[in-house]
């Protein structure tokens, strides 16, 4: 019934549903949960939001995610380096050269 009522709803009106239901939730999480879930919840949900957008549509999503995400965490503690290193990319096809 959920599902239904979602799919009928405007992105927007999800938004606003999602994120009201969502900050009471998390703000009951105990704090030293709220790590596990989100990085949980960002792993199961990642792919799919991002299925079907290009190289270029990733970019400019991640360079729009990265002032929002550098107001919220003490850039000078966390290890970018560390971070990146056991990343792979993810597979894109073979661009062909001029």
Same mark, same amino acid.
């Given at each position: 019934?959920?599902r #239904? $009522?979602l /799919?009928?709803l /405007? =992105? #927007?009106?999800? @938004?606003d $549903?999602? !994120?009201?239901?969502?900050?009471?939730?998390i703000?009951? @999480? =105990?704090?030293e949960?709220?790590?596990?879930?989100l990085? #949980? @919840?960002?792993?199961?949900? @990642? /792919?799919?939001?991002l299925?079907g957008?290009?190289?270029?549509e990733?970019a400019?999503?991640?360079n !729009?995610? $990265? =002032?929002?995400?550098?107001?919220?965490?003490?850039?000078?503690d966390?290890?970018? $380096? !560390?971070?990146? !290193?056991?990343?792979?990319?993810? #597979?894109?096809p073979?661009?062909e050269?001029?």
């Amino acid at each position: 019934m959920l599902r #239904q $009522l979602l /799919s009928r709803l /405007s =992105p #927007q009106a999800v @938004l606003d $549903l999602t !994120g009201k239901a969502g900050r009471e939730w998390i703000r009951r @999480l =105990p704090v030293e949960e709220r790590a596990a879930f989100l990085i #949980q @919840l960002i792993e199961a949900n @990642l /792919s799919t939001a991002l299925e079907g957008l290009g190289r270029e549509e990733r970019a400019a999503l991640m360079n !729009g995610l $990265l =002032p929002v995400i550098a107001r919220h965490f003490p850039l000078e503690d966390v290890d970018i $380096l !560390g971070a990146f !290193g056991d990343v792979e990319s993810p #597979q894109q096809p073979d661009e062909e050269e001029p």
